[in-house]
C-alpha cells in the first residue's frame, strides 16, 4: 500500500518530466530546418519500404505451409510424410544454395560484358560487411538493405523449388529431389532470373522482356522442371495402366489416385492465396502501387476460380472442389507477371482464361497418359505461367501503376514478340538444365546403390552388364538414360508403402 501511495504522488513529476523532455525534442527538431525535415521524411519511406518487403516475404514464406497442406492433400495416404518432409526441408536446401550461388549470380555486380548473362560477385553473402556488389541491384529497389532485398528474394528462391514436388510426388527418391533442389536454385533458376530481373539482364534490355513478380522466371521455371521430373519418373505404379514390374501399359487403370483429404488442399489454397498478396504486392517498386497490384491478384485469383468451375460442364466433367482450387492457383500465377501493369477489367480476362487453361491442360495431360502430375502443378505453373507472361503484351496499361517503371513504349505485337521468344528461351535452357541434372543424379545415386549392394552381398553381381563388353556411344547414352531414370525413382515396395527408407509413418 505505502508503495502504491509513493507511486501517486509520484506521478505528477514524472509527467512534468516527460512534458519537458517532449516539448525539448520538438524545440530541437524545429531548429534543425528544412533539410533534417526532408532527410527525416526519407528515412521513414525507407524504413516503411523495408518493412513492407519484409512482411511481404514472410507472407512469400508462409506459402511453403500453404504447398505442404496442398501436396498432402492431393496425393494418397500413405505417402503424407514423405511428402511433408520434402516440402519442410526444400525451403532449407533452397535457402543455403541461394546465399551460397544464387543471390550473387542473379544480381552481383560483374563486368559490363559478361553482366547480361550472369552476376559475378556477392557469392555466400556477408550482410554485415559494406559493399558494392550489389549497388546495380540496389539503384531499381531505392532505401531497401541488402538484407531486406535477400530475404524477399529468398522466398521467391524457395517457391521455384517447392512447385517441383507436387509433379514428382510418391516415385522421386528423397535425397534425389534434395540435390535437384539446390542445383537448380544454385544455378538455373538464379541465370535465368538474371535475365530478366537484373537491369543489366540481356532479356531485360535486348528482348525488353518483362516479368512484373515471376510467372516466367519462378513459376514456369518450377513447372519445367517439374515436366521434366515426371516425364522421367513415368507414372505412379497402375496410374493409367502403367505396371512398374513389366515397364509396360495396360488397358485400366489400377487402384485409387484421388485425392486423400480434401481439407487439407482447401487450406492450402487459402494460405497460398494470402501468401501471393506478398508475392505480388511485395514486388511492386513504388509503394503507391501496392494497393491496386493486390487488388488485381485478388480479382483475377476469383475469376480463375470461378470459371474453373463453370466451363466443367462444358469439357464433360462434374464439378469439384480440387478444380475450384486449382482454378483459383491458375488465376495467381496468370497475373502474377502483369498485376502491376493492368487494370482490374484485363485482372478478371486474365484470371477467367487461367481458370480454363488449368482444366484444359489436367484434360490433356490424363488423355496423353505420359505424364502423371498428381497436384496439377504443371497446368496451373507451366501452362498459366506461360500464359500469364503473354498476357504482358496483350494488357499491359499505361494508366497502371509500375508500368512507368517496368514497361517501354513498345507496340503490343512487339510486346507479344518479346514475351512468347523470351519464355521460350528460358524454359528451353530450363528443359535441357533439368533433364542433364535429373540424369546426373539418378546415376550417382544408381551406382551408389550398386556400391551399397556389392559390399553387403560381394557374391552377387548385381551389375548385368559385363566388364569385358564393348561400347559405342547410343549404347553408353541408352545406359545413362536407363540408369539416370531408375536411379531417381523410388522401388515399387518403397512406391507402395509411401516412403524411399529415408521417411515413414
Not at 148 to 174: D, H, M, P, W
Not at 339 to 363: H, K, P, Q, T
Request: net charge positive; proline share 2%.
Amino acid at each position: 500500500m505505502n508503495r502504491l501511495l509513493s507511486f501517486l504522488e509520484y506521478r505528477p513529476r514524472l509527467r512534468n518530466i516527460l512534458s519537458f523532455c517532449f516539448s525539448l525534442i520538438v524545440m530541437l527538431l524545429i531548429g534543425v530546418g528544412k533539410v533534417t525535415a526532408q532527410d527525416l521524411n526519407n528515412s521513414t519511406v525507407d524504413l516503411v519500404a523495408n518493412l513492407w518487403m519484409l512482411i511481404a516475404g514472410s507472407l512469400v514464406f508462409f506459402m511453403n505451409a500453404g504447398f505442404a497442406l496442398l501436396e498432402t492433400g492431393f496425393c494418397r495416404t500413405n505417402n503424407a510424410t514423405n511428402v511433408l518432409a520434402k516440402n519442410l526441408i526444400v525451403f532449407c536446401v533452397a535457402a543455403l544454395a541461394y546465399w551460397m550461388f544464387g543471390f550473387g549470380l542473379m544480381f552481383g555486380n560483374t563486368s559490363a560484358l559478361s553482366n547480361s548473362f550472369s552476376g559475378g560477385t556477392g557469392f555466400f553473402l556477408e550482410i554485415l560487411t559494406p559493399n558494392n556488389q550489389y549497388s546495380q541491384f540496389q539503384e531499381v529497389w531505392t532505401g531497401r538493405s541488402i538484407a531486406t532485398l535477400f530475404f524477399f528474394q529468398l522466398t521467391f528462391a524457395g517457391t521455384a523449388a517447392t512447385i517441383v514436388s507436387g509433379a514428382v510426388a510418391e516415385r522421386v527418391k528423397f535425397w534425389a529431389f534434395l540435390l535437384f533442389s539446390f542445383f537448380l536454385v544454385a544455378f538455373s533458376y538464379s541465370l535465368t532470373g538474371h535475365w530478366i530481373w537484373s537491369s543489366e539482364g540481356w532479356l531485360y534490355n535486348l528482348f525488353k522482356f518483362r516479368d512484373f513478380a515471376g510467372s516466367t522466371v519462378v513459376h514456369s521455371v518450377g513447372g519445367m522442371a517439374g515436366l521434366v521430373g515426371a516425364w522421367l519418373l513415368k507414372p505412379r505404379d497402375g496410374r493409367f495402366g502403367y505396371n512398374r514390374k513389366t515397364d509396360s501399359y495396360e488397358e485400366k487403370e489400377r487402384g485409387n489416385f484421388a485425392p486423400h483429404q480434401l481439407g487439407f488442399a482447401t487450406l492450402g489454397c487459402f494460405i497460398l492465396w494470402l501468401g501471393w498478396f506478398g508475392f505480388n504486392g511485395g514486388s511492386a517498386v513504388n509503394l503507391d502501387h501496392v494497393p491496386m497490384t493486390i487488388t488485381t491478384t485478388m480479382i483475377a485469383a476469383a475469376t480463375g476460380g470461378f470459371l474453373a468451375l463453370i466451363f466443367n460442364p462444358l469439357i464433360g466433367r462434374k464439378a469439384n472442389l480440387s478444380t475450384i482450387i486449382n482454378g483459383i492457383l491458375g488465376g495467381l500465377v496468370g497475373i502474377t507477371a502483369s498485376s502491376g501493369y493492368v487494370n482490374i477489367r484485363s485482372a478478371i480476362i486474365i484470371g477467367g482464361i487461367s481458370g480454363i487453361i488449368v482444366l484444359l491442360g489436367e484434360e490433356f495431360l490424363i488423355k496423353t497418359k505420359v505424364i502423371d502430375d498428381p497436384v496439377g502443378a504443371i497446368p496451373v505453373h507451366l501452362f498459366c505461367g506461360f500464359w500469364g507472361t503473354m498476357a504482358v503484351g496483350f494488357f499491359s496499361t499505361k494508366d497502371a501503376g509500375e508500368f512507368a517503371i517496368g514497361l517501354t513504349q513498345n507496340s503490343r505485337i512487339s510486346q507479344v514478340a518479346f514475351q512468347f521468344f523470351g519464355w521460350v528461351i528460358v524454359m528451353a535452357f530450363t528443359f535441357i538444365f533439368s533433364l542433364i541434372l535429373w540424369l546426373m543424379i539418378g546415376n550417382l545415386l544408381y551406382y551408389m546403390q550398386v556400391i551399397v549392394l556389392r559390399q553387403k552381398k560381394p557374391q552377387v553381381n548385381s551389375s548385368p552388364v559385363r566388364r569385358s563388353q564393348s561400347f559405342n556411344l547410343p549404347d553408353l547414352f541408352s545406359l545413362f538414360w536407363s540408369r539416370g531414370r531408375e536411379g531417381i525413382r523410388v522401388s515399387l515396395s518403397e512406391e507402395l508403402t509411401g516412403s524411399d527408407g529415408v521417411f515413414s509413418d
